[in-house]
């Protein structure tokens, strides 16, 4: 029986199953196609590490001696979606069988259900032997109880991978050590050197430019950062684990405009893409843990967001698709202001973190929650636009973790199914958290004079505006109490601000 084995642009998984076969009728098929480019606009790395890493891994199957065929953007008989070309591949070499990894997009999941409808073969679907649990465990997990919460969750898988464990209870008697995980960084420790390998990648930058694929940021072509190859990966992850897992948990939250990478890892393209598997990135993580006496509080931390806040969110996803990506709790209807696709705006915070992602297809968690996404929500901005501008600009965006992500906990638009409040701040918060602040044209300290910050009026103006919808949250006490009791006037003039700044989102 010969059988085609059909691999996407992040399943470049070197040790799934697959290819420990040695079966001389399997053929491989990997493409490069329009219909996954242009789906939302994406930035122009996301697109050039795709390519680039499929390509290197169709090099290394093929070294392997495993038969591979591979459709680059530009070749002529590519008909740029995966049902017509393996229709067309199919009927040149009487496949009697395909196979395929189950993605991990709905999206995807739909289009390949179409290979089915091909005539005289047979579709099989496999796992892609990357996640830690099934994509409805989360489901059946909570299939009994009122609310989601993804420290309970956590505190399961925890126990259920004897992860920081001692027998039944965690490493150091906590299971979360998130409180210390907040620090101001204003330069010391200093952070150390970028890791990242370097690629010139201008022949596929030139492919698809002539391929007209729209995109936005740079492309950083002829000094190209990112990891395209297992290898490269792993290397980057013991540098991480070697040189900044030890500081990374004191300043995961910390923001500074004078250092973009801080103490993060940059593994998440390698996660998502499969190069590098979720338990192998933990596993090392604990064991330098204890062979080198690492904070307890930075390893958790790390660990945390794999072996948690990770494979919850897929599990949120699954549960909730389709239709997820319409929800719109508060009905927010204005336009993502023309500077997020520029950076070109006097809040500086933004603007920062902004020109960051565009330059470089990336910004860490605060940098997309509570800036750009707190911004976003306080501006009443539609979350599918947010969506689909989160799921284009960063290099690690894949709708199964990004959208969860960004309409549920950024954005609040699934009505508290995600998050139990809303993450909005004011100013106080960024200034806190970064140096930002100190250089802006606003004043982080002002919320109605000439340049008071917008997030400040924004702030009050987003409680007072959706008191129906927050006003009996148990987690907005706090600040429900402080709008009852704010005066009058005071409350009238922070309306009024804010409303100007709502009608002027382009020119902040």
């Known amino acids: 029986m010969s059988r085609l084995r059909l691999i996407l642009g992040d399943q470049l998984n070197l040790n799934h199953s697959w290819f420990k076969e040695t079966n001389s009728s399997v053929t491989y098929v990997m493409m490069e196609v329009k219909d996954e480019t242009n789906y939302v606009l994406h930035h122009a790395q996301k697109i050039i590490a795709t390519f680039a890493a499929m390509r290197f891994f169709a090099n290394q199957l093929r070294s392997k001696d495993l038969e591979v065929i591979y459709l680059k953007i530009n070749d002529k008989e590519n008909r740029q979606n995966f049902y017509e070309n393996i229709k067309s591949i199919v009927k040149k070499r009487n496949f009697s069988q395909l196979e395929y990894q189950n993605p991990d997009e709905y999206r995807l999941m739909t289009e390949l259900q179409k290979l089915h409808s091909i005539e005289d073969i047979k579709a099989v679907p496999v796992d892609s032997e990357h996640f830690l649990i099934p994509k409805l465990y989360a489901k059946e997990f909570f299939s009994e109880k009122k609310h989601w919460r993804m420290e309970e969750f956590y505190r399961h898988m925890r126990k259920k991978f004897s992860i920081l464990m001692e027998g039944e209870k965690p490493i150091g008697g906590k299971w979360n050590y998130d409180v210390d995980n907040r620090k101001r960084w204003d330069g010391s420790p200093s952070s150390t050197q970028d890791f990242r390998p370097s690629h010139n990648h201008e022949k596929i930058f030139l492919e698809i430019n002539d391929e007209n694929i729209e995109y936005f940021g740079e492309s950083q072509a002829t000094d190209f950062r990112w990891p395209i190859s297992r290898d490269e990966s792993i290397e980057l992850l013991e540098n991480f684990i070697e040189k900044d897992l030890l500081y990374f948990g004191d300043f995961q939250d910390a923001l500074h405009d004078e250092n973009w990478r801080l103490f ?27 062979k080198k006496d690492l904070p307890l509080a930075s390893t958790e931390g790390f660990i945390r967001q794999i072996l948690g806040w990770r ?28 500077w997020y696709w520029t950076g070109k705006t006097d809040m500086r915070c933004l603007s920062q973190s902004i020109s960051q992602s565009l330059t470089n297809a990336y910004a860490h968690h605060i940098q997309r929650l509570m800036v750009i996404g707190n911004f976003s929500l306080l501006a009443g901005i539609n979350p599918k636009e947010v969506h689909q501008w989160y799921l ?97 006037t005071q409350k009238e003039q922070i309306n009024k601000k804010a409303e100007f700044y709502l009608k002027n989102l382009n020119t902040l």
């Not at 949120?316 to 336009?335: C, I, L, R, T």
């Not at 140096?435 to 917008?454: H, R």
């Open 264 to 290: 993060h890892s940059f593994l998440s393209f390698s996660l998502n893409t499969k190069m590098l598997s979720p338990i192998e990135v933990i596993k090392k993580a604990e064991d330098a843990y204890k």
């Open 392 to 488: 284009g600009i960063y290099i690690d965006a894949y709708e199964w973790v990004e959208l969860p992500n960004t309409l549920g906990m950024s954005q609040f638009a699934d009505g508290g199914m995600l998050a139990t409040k809303p993450y909005v701040s004011s100013a106080s918060y960024i200034n806190k958290m970064s140096n930002y602040c100190a250089k802006c044209k606003y004043n982080f300290k002002e919320k109605v004079g000439e340049n008071a910050c917008p997030f400040n009026s924004l702030y009050w103006n987003f409680f007072d505006r959706h008191q129906d919808k927050l006003s009996k949250n148990p987690r907005l006490g706090i600040v429900n109490s402080q709008l009852k009791k704010m005066n009058p």
């Open 311 to 338: 494979e919850y969110i897929r599990g949120v996803y699954w549960a909730n698709m389709p239709g997820y990506d319409q929800h719109n709790f508060f009905e927010h209807k204005n336009k993502l202001p023309e």
